[in-house]
Every structure is written in structure tokens, then in C-alpha cells.
């Protein structure tokens, strides 16, 4: 029958669980109290506020009452339900909770790698283009301050990518993570701790972001993980005090990110051109991004071999932005999204609004142009803005090692009837049944990397 709980236990609980739907309210009030500096409170800027509310409630229940670092797994950080900060179309985003002064193992199994050694393309299944395992002391976001963005560094920890991983034949790999490496030991390693002004900071959660670009063809990698110290052991029975604990921490995990990624647009990157404190991240005017960079503290647990740009399109029914894009040395993977203000990104299965470095075609003289607008201009490289006239440009550029010339990219405004006019004659256009075709590939692909 097990213990029969006390009055204490009965209203300790109820009191924890109503502190819990208070700040699940305070967090519902960043989507339409000013002061907390919402996007514009159009009906679909509200009816997709309360869906980014939800989200972080889903992803609350989970990290509270199912993250352990005795006993991890990777859940999905991301899902179509949860996006936020401005995730990236191609990514799965994977995370498990660590104890940095704990050494943990991960295996994983990938299919055809070849290119992750610069091998030639494979026709079939095989992994995804690119994948990174870094560690993490905390999630950007889960304090509710824009104080945790620390001048200068990131929070990340150690990181391996898939140009470094070590691979069996048959497409297997272990990775030992924890605080130093074992003497002797010369496989995969990921340091769980970091030193900033002088004092050790411990990771607390492991993140896998899986790129794909050939959605057609490229498969999620196989992955477990385990805290050495606890294989084969028990995890110990939920108590009261567990709950209630963890009831606490699911109206933190909501309020907090809601008002801090408000704050965040508004203040570091200028989102609404009135930032008391602009930071070297800050957008310019609509219709242009920031000049491609380097991730920084400011721009939280970004991916550490990315090169970012970020900005505004701000477009009337009638107008398109096309943007040429330049890569002096070629990246690993080029991503291109547009997000809504909540820091979402659109409907990437059901529109084709993101492109990577292998859905796109480029010109003649090697430049990407790609086209935003509301109406199919008929070209590959369309952005669908699915009927958002104010949204996020997001741009990402992968590489192994930071690259000597960066990324350029151009900007120009132009009726949407007149964008064969500004495009090169060799552009490649599309008709409506290869849109169509393009869509299907996306539905399936998202499908798949999602599905259980």
C-alpha cells in the first residue's frame, strides 16, 4: 500500500501546485502586457503567443519531472510543438542533463558518414550532413535576466563535431564525457567543465544538434547515454518533496524564458528600434540583417562552430527581398529560415520557408540568391513568409574551423512582380508541381525526425 501521506503533504502540495499555475499566468502575461514588450498584438501574433506559451509548458513538465542527471536521456529540446530562440529548420535538437563532475558515456550508431570526412556524395540513406555534441552550464533563458549573458564567452563547455568524432566501420561511436580526460585515454572526449575568471563552472546538460540537408535521404543518429556510476542501478521512487519541488520548478521554466526572450529581442537585438542599450548585435532597419559573426555570450548557447546573422523583413503583399549570399570559403552547412517575433520557426514541413546549402542553387558566379515574399515567385530558392508581413531573418553558416573571410550578404526590395527582372537569367526556377514536390520531401523528412 506504501505510506499514506500526512495533511502536510496534502497541502504542501496543493499550495506548490497552485504557485505553480501563478507563474505559469505571470509567464501567460509576456504575450499581451506592454510592459513586458510583446510582439504587436495582432490576432495571429496572440493565437501563436499562446501556442509558444504551451510549448514552454510542455517542455517544463518534462525537464522538471524527468530530468535526472543519475539517470539521463536525451529528449528532443525542440520539437514542432516547443520551438523557440529562433531555432534553426534543419536542426534536431537533442539534450540530456548532466552533472559536470560526473563522467557519463554515450553510444551512438550513424548510417553512411562518408561526408563527414569530405567523402563524395552518397545516393541513399546515410547520416545527417553535420552534427555537434557540446556541454552546457545552463539553458540561455531559465534565469528570466538578461544579467546570465556574460561579456566575451559562451556557456558552453567542451564540443566535438562529426569532423572529429571517431567512427567505427560499421558506424558506431562511444564519447566520454566528464570534468578530465582519463590518463591514457585517446577517444572521443567532452570536458564537462570550463574555467571563466579564474573559477570552474560544471556543465549540467549535454546538447546534440543534428543538421540535415538532404531531407530526402539523411537519417537521425542512433544515441543513448548513461552516468557510469549508475548503470544497471534503480532510480530511486518519486516522494512528496520530489514533487513539490518539481512543481516549483515548472512555473519557473515557463515565467522565466517567456519574459527573458521578450526582454532579449527587444533590448539586445533592437527587434523594435527603441533599445535603451543596444548591444554589437543589435539589428539594423528592416529588410537587412546584421554583417555575418562569430557567436558570443550575447547570443547565448549558440552553436560554437557558427557563423550567425539575424534582422527584420518587413514586406507588403506585394514585395519581395531578394538577398545574395557569398561564401568566400565554403562552409560545411548553410542555413537560411525566417522565424516569427516568439523567436518560432514557420511551418518548415508545410512551406518551404527555410533552405540549406543542399536544397538551394546557386549562379553562375557562384553567389545564392534567395527570394522572401508572400506570393511564389516561381524560383528554388523562394522563402515562404506563410503570410507573416513582419518576421526574422535567420542565417547560419557551419564550419570546422573558424574561416579567414566570412560570409557576405546583399539586400534589395523589389515589387514581387518584377523579380525575374533582378535575378540572372540561369536562376533556377521551379513549377508548381515541383513546389508541390518539394513540400512532400519536407513532410515526410520532418516526419521522420520527429517520429518516435
Known amino acids: 500500500m506504501g505510506d499514506q501521506a500526512s495533511e ?42 499562446y501556442r509558444y506559451l504551451m510549448g514552454y509548458v510542455a517542455a517544463a513538465v518534462e525537464r522538471s519531472f524527468a530530468e535526472d542527471t543519475a539517470f ?9 510543438h516547443n520551438k523557440s530562440t529562433w531555432d534553426n529548420a534543419d536542426n534536431l535538437y537533442l539534450a540530456a542533463a548532466i552533472d559536470g563532475d560526473r563522467q557519463y558515456r554515450i553510444r551512438g550508431r550513424a548510417l553512411d558518414h562518408g561526408h563527414w570526412r569530405g567523402g563524395p ?36 563547455a567542451g564540443s566535438i563535431d562529426t569532423a572529429a568524432l571517431e567512427v567505427a566501420a560499421d558506424g558506431t561511436f562511444e564519447i566520454l564525457l566528464g570534468p578530465d580526460r582519463p590518463a591514457g585515454f585517446d577517444g572521443n572526449f567532452l570536458a564537462t567543465r570550463t574555467m571563466f575568471d579564474g573559477a570552474k563552472q560544471r556543465a549540467r546538460f549535454i546538447v546534440c544538434r543534428e543538421l540535415f540537408g538532404d531531407w530526402e535521404n539523411e537519417r537521425n543518429l542512433e544515441l543513448d547515454i548513461v552516468s557510469l556510476d549508475h548503470v544497471g542501478a534503480p532510480q530511486p521512487a518519486h516522494t512528496a ?26 533590448t539586445i537585438l533592437n527587434g523594435y528600434g527603441d533599445s535603451a542599450a543596444p548591444t554589437p548585435y543589435a539589428f539594423p532597419p528592416p529588410n537587412a540583417t546584421i554583417a555575418p559573426s562569430a557567436p558570443s555570450a550575447t547570443v547565448g548557447a549558440a552553436q560554437a562552430t557558427n557563423i550567425y546573422a539575424g534582422g527584420m523583413y518587413d514586406l507588403k503583399r506585394e514585395e519581395a527581398l531578394i538577398i545574395a549570399q557569398s561564401t568566400p570559403v565554403e562552409p560545411v552547412y548553410t542555413g537560411f529560415n525566417l522565424c516569427n ?9 508545410n512551406y518551404v520557408s527555410s533552405l540549406n546549402n543542399t536544397q538551394v542553387r546557386s549562379d553562375d558566379d557562384g553567389c545564392v540568391r534567395y527570394v522572401v ?32 573571410e566570412l560570409p557576405t550578404v546583399e539586400f534589395q526590395k523589389v515589387p514581387v512582380s518584377e523579380v525575374s527582372d533582378h535575378l540572372p537569367r540561369e536562376t533556377a526556377r521551379v513549377t508548381p508541381e515541383e513546389r508541390r514536390e518539394q513540400v512532400r520531401v519536407r513532410q515526410g523528412h520532418v516526419q521522420r525526425r520527429f517520429g518516435n
Open 8 to 49: 502536510s503533504h496534502v497541502q504542501e502540495l496543493r499550495a506548490a501546485f497552485d504557485e505553480m499555475l501563478r507563474r505559469i499566468a505571470a509567464g501567460r502575461d509576456a504575450i499581451d502586457q506592454a510592459a513586458l514588450k510583446p510582439p504587436p498584438a495582432t490576432g495571429r501574433n496572440l493565437a501563436e503567443g
Open 72 to 80: 539521463p536521456y536525451f529528449r528532443r529540446a525542440m520539437p514542432l
Open 373 to 404: 515574399s508572400h506570393e511564389d515567385p516561381g524560383v528554388n530558392n523562394w522563402l515562404d513568409t506563410t503570410g507573416h508581413e513582419v518576421g526574422m531573418l535567420s542565417q547560419r553558416w557551419a564550419y570546422h574551423e573558424q574561416p579567414d
Open 341 to 349: 517575433i516568439w523567436g518560432e520557426s514557420y511551418d518548415y514541413a
Open 121 to 156: 556524395p552518397v545516393h541513399g540513406l546515410r547520416a545527417p550532413l553535420y552534427g555537434i555534441f557540446t556541454a552546457v552550464t545552463h539553458y540561455t533563458g531559465d534565469s528570466g535576466g538578461l544579467a546570465e549573458l556574460v561579456p566575451q564567452v559562451t556557456n558552453n
Open 241 to 266: 518533496e520530489d514533487a513539490r519541488e518539481r512543481l516549483e520548478r515548472v512555473g519557473e521554466l515557463v515565467e522565466h524564458p517567456m519574459r527573458f526572450w521578450n526582454e532579449y529581442f527587444a
